[in-house]
């Protein structure tokens, strides 16, 4: 176990600072002149210079990214083009236009996509894999024809179209809800917990279809094979089989669904966190985006990639721990 948790940590060393190099040479030399977009339209070209300088844009590109990695692990100064800031390590940049330093940017949003992402991942396992067992154990009923129709509608329908849906219906008409409003979870759990659970729903809806069908179609397949013919012939009940045998051979694809999509929802919520007005990592994303915040963009991309690759890692340990056929290697 220690050996394959080096190895997974080694991987996910080089995963990451392949992705950085990446991003480096993609938003930080493709776009051209750095410094202007850096300091901003309305800097003179003595500012733009010193920005060029700041920066050390005119080093080595080899260089220049040694100076990003250095940041994120010791700090680093920057220039607006009026003053020198200092980004304490892990230091990802600083905005273009805020001049606030990317690391707290994220920190301050990171508990809203979390609390979403949370809540939807737990509701969506469950919501996905109890669909797909019950349409197992329903197989060739009504039940399991109704059930098949649902996963393909919510698979197709948009998770705008839910969550407006749900809105109108819970929020305007049956007023059973607030129209949603983010409240920390250290100010108030519950108001917490009222105002996302419609955003929950929302994004559970549509991720819970793939989880159903994933977990229909690899039950169906473990039922299909010749062990599963033996113990029913040997007469082992079918509750037992589609229980105890068919639901341990859909856990690994569902494990590796589940961690692709737990840590790509870091930055991936996007329409959810619009749609609700949740002030999240998708959304900050959007706007830098819209004006070319590179430091923004970079460090979000990085840390979605890092959250995909936690994910990842714990899901190879999950893999041993729900099928003991799983060698660790």
């Not at 080899?62 to 020198?84: C, E, N």
């Not at 007023?175 to 108001?191: D, I």
């Not at 589940?258 to 002030?279: H, N, R």
Request: hydrophobic letters at 50%; glycine letters at 10%.
């Amino acid at each position: 176990m220690t050996g394959f948790l080096l190895r997974r940590l080694g991987g996910a060393v080089f995963v990451l600072a392949a992705l950085s190099v990446f991003l480096y040479l993609v938003f930080y030399v493709a776009p051209g002149n750095v410094a202007q977009i850096a300091c901003g339209p309305r800097c003179s070209p003595a500012q733009v210079a010193q920005v060029h300088e700041q920066l050390r844009l005119g080093d080595p590109l080899w260089l220049q990214y040694a100076h990003f990695v250095q940041g994120i692990f010791a700090g680093r100064d920057y220039s607006s083009g009026v003053g020198v800031l200092h980004c304490d390590a892990p230091c990802l940049g600083v905005s273009y236009q805020s001049d606030q330093q990317v690391t707290r940017l994220i920190l301050n949003k990171l508990p809203v996509t979390g609390s979403l992402v949370i809540g939807a991942f737990v509701l969506w396992l469950l919501m996905g894999v109890g669909t797909g067992v019950l349409s197992v154990w329903r197989r060739g009923r009504p039940t399991e024809r109704v059930l098949t129709g649902l996963t393909l509608a919510g698979t197709a329908t948009p998770v705008f179209v839910i969550g407006l849906l749900l809105i109108i219906v819970f929020c305007s008409t049956l007023q059973w809800l607030p129209f949603p409003t983010y409240v920390p979870f250290g100010e108030n759990p519950e108001q917490w917990a009222w105002n996302l659970l419609l955003a929950w729903v929302s994004l559970a809806a549509i991720e819970s279809a793939k989880y159903a069908r994933l977990t229909r179609s690899s039950m169906l397949e473990t039922l299909a094979e010749d062990h599963v013919r033996t113990f029913r012939a040997y007469g082992v009940s079918e509750r037992a089989l589609v229980g105890r045998h068919a639901l341990r051979g859909a856990v690994a694809p569902v494990i590796a669904l589940s961690a692709l999509d737990f840590g790509s929802m870091f930055g991936g919520a996007v329409l959810t966190e619009s749609l609700f007005g949740l002030p999240g990592l998708g959304r900050e994303l959007v706007e830098a985006v819209k004006v070319v915040d590179l430091p923004v963009v970079v460090g979000m991309v990085l840390v979605t990639g890092f959250f995909v690759v936690l994910a990842n890692a714990v899901a190879d340990l999950l893999y041993a721990v729900a099928d003991r056929r799983v060698v660790l290697s």
